[in-house]
């Protein structure tokens, strides 16, 4: 088995909070979240998106190539 592995070290959370203010379900439920939390909360989102892609496009891909295998998405927290 082989696997592929992506780090995410969001470096402007605060920009992000700003730019995608409302947007964002959950993102900012509270904007006075310390640094650390509001960018983890960042990353989280930045995660969440990046698979929900793969999981609707990676099979696409490997079906045009026919290609059968069991593929698993997980988000993994480093800090927990």
Known sequence: ??????DIDVTNPEEVVKAH??????LIAD???SKTKRKKK????VCDE???IMK??????????MV???????????NS
């Open 42 to 45: 960042v990353e989280e989102a």
């Open 68 to 78: 059968e295998a069991k593929v698993e998405f997980n988000i993994v927290d480093l």
């Open 50 to 52: 990046i698979v929900r």
């Open 31 to 33: 904007v006075m979240l």
């Open 21 to 26: 203010k409302g947007e964002l379900v959950g």
């Open 1 to 6: 088995m082989m696997r592929i592995t992506i």
């Open 56 to 65: 609707e496009e990676f099979p696409k891909g490997m079906q045009e190539e």
